[in-house]
């Protein structure tokens, strides 16, 4: 529920800053992924913080910080996706995509499947470094048991 808000929340952005048109600038689209993960970041953070995971005894800012850190590797891994999938949809057989009545067609398709791709990772790391003690407390072997 909290993973899906905080998709909505990112997709939104994105979707609604693709609307603009400005992707022929190529600096852009990165800058939208972007806007888009921090947005979905700041949703995440909150609602898994309150809901979803159980405290691990740090405060809420050094929460935040490995909470961001993951989420900024979250974001670079979708633009990597992104931009593979950009280069997948250049294929002959996609080409209708182009021929959708909306602004920068292929970069909302390969957004929307980078998010996606990358969804699990995400999770999965905001589940066992994020809400389970921190990077080094986990690298230590020192981490909080979860309770959910």
Known sequence: MTAGAAT?????????????????WPAFFPLIVLCGGLAGLLVNFTLSRRFVFASDNRSAPRQLLTFSLVALTTIGLRLVVAYALMA????????????????????????????????????????????????LQRLAGRAAPMVH
Request: glycine letters at 10%; proline letters at 6%.
């Open 8 to 24: 909505c929340a990112d997709v939104a952005v994105v979707q609604g800053l693709l609307s603009l048109d400005l992707t022929h």
């Open 88 to 135: 997948l949809l250049t294929l002959p057989l996609f080409a209708p995509i182009g021929l959708l009545p909306i602004a920068a067609p292929f970069e909302r398709v390969a957004h929307l499947g980078a998010v996606g791709l990358v969804t699990i990772y995400s999770f999965l790391a905001h589940k066992h470094v994020t809400f389970a003690g921190g990077l």
